[in-house]
């Protein structure tokens, strides 16, 4: 079954003298133009497509893929307004409508925004800038320590608000930052809390458990760089730590832990010793 704004696999059904017919299922046959399909196309053949309606409202399919889909968020191009709205650049030839009731703001042509994706009433695609009226504030099925994707939606007063996962708000704390960030900026964080009231706060470290593994790794890399022995112990001083493997002295002593027990190093007054 075909679906609207998202990535299908279609077969051809029949070609014409116009172009190919793809089986949409409940949707009926979807018009594939001769320029989107793939060398010696034929009925039968099983296609990656995008599935959009065209200007006259009918379904077409398209094996170019935009650069976001329904249901997600993504910084994009006013390429030109007029007077229905303005007219976004997603990787397609047919551009994307931003409705004037969907804007926020100034909107003009060179601008980037921060959008999202939906279909409105009518099933066509449309952006827009008003990211509460679609983004859920309460999370579902998401866990503290879930690997996730933040979009950073805007600035707050503890810190910015961030779309999870293209579906849910959640915040993220100043004190996580070593620096400022943009609105549309993409991240990878995780779920630091699931709330009682089932709001996310979240971060860009990964849980102590999950970090672990990843610096003993890289422990291992550097003392086999360095002959098998590294000056740098669980007495060194945090910025050295940090230089040297980006991540706090509390998380590097994890990784030494993790390499003591296994009894991969020997912890020496003047720093580790790889054991062979």
């Not at 793939?38 to 053949?45: E, H, S, V």
């Not at 935009?66 to 650049?89: I, K, N, Y």
């Not at 003993?216 to 760089?225: D, G, P, R």
Request: aromatic share 6%.
């Amino acid at each position: 079954m075909a679906e609207i704004g998202r990535r299908n696999l279609l077969t051809v059904s029949r070609s014409s003298t116009a172009g190919f017919y793809l089986d949409g299922g409940p949707l009926g046959d979807i018009f594939l133009p001769p320029k989107q399909a793939p060398d010696n196309c034929a009925p039968g053949d099983t296609l990656e497509v995008f599935v959009f309606h065209d200007n006259d409202g009918s379904l077409i399919a398209s094996t170019q893929m935009p650069e976001v889909f329904c249901g997600e968020v993504a910084t994009l191009r006013v390429t030109a307004t007029s007077d229905v709205g303005a007219f976004l650049d997603w990787g397609l030839s047919k551009e994307l409508l931003l409705p004037f009731s969907e804007q926020v703001g100034t909107v003009s042509e060179g601008r980037s925004v921060l959008v999202v994706v939906y279909q409105d009433v009518r099933g066509r695609l449309v952006a827009s800038m008003r990211l509460d009226k679609h983004i859920l504030d309460l999370a579902e099925g998401l866990r503290s320590g879930d690997k996730v994707t933040l979009t950073v939606g805007g600035k707050t007063e503890l810190g910015y608000k961030c779309v999870v996962n293209h579906r849910f708000w959640g915040l993220l704390y100043d004190n996580e930052l070593k620096r400022p960030l943009t609105r549309g900026q993409r991240l990878q964080g995780w779920v630091r809390r699931v709330r009682p009231d089932q709001r996310l706060d979240l971060s860009l470290n990964a849980p102590a458990r999950q970090r672990a593994p990843d610096i003993a790794a890289a422990i291992l890399q550097q003392l086999e760089l360095n002959d098998g022995f590294l000056a740098l112990g669980d007495k060194s001083p945090p910025e050295a730590i940090q230089r040297i493997f980006g991540v706090s002295k509390k998380a590097f002593k994890q990784g030494l832990s993790k390499l003591y027990k296994e009894r991969r190093i020997n912890i020496e007054e003047r720093g580790i010793r790889l054991l062979k």
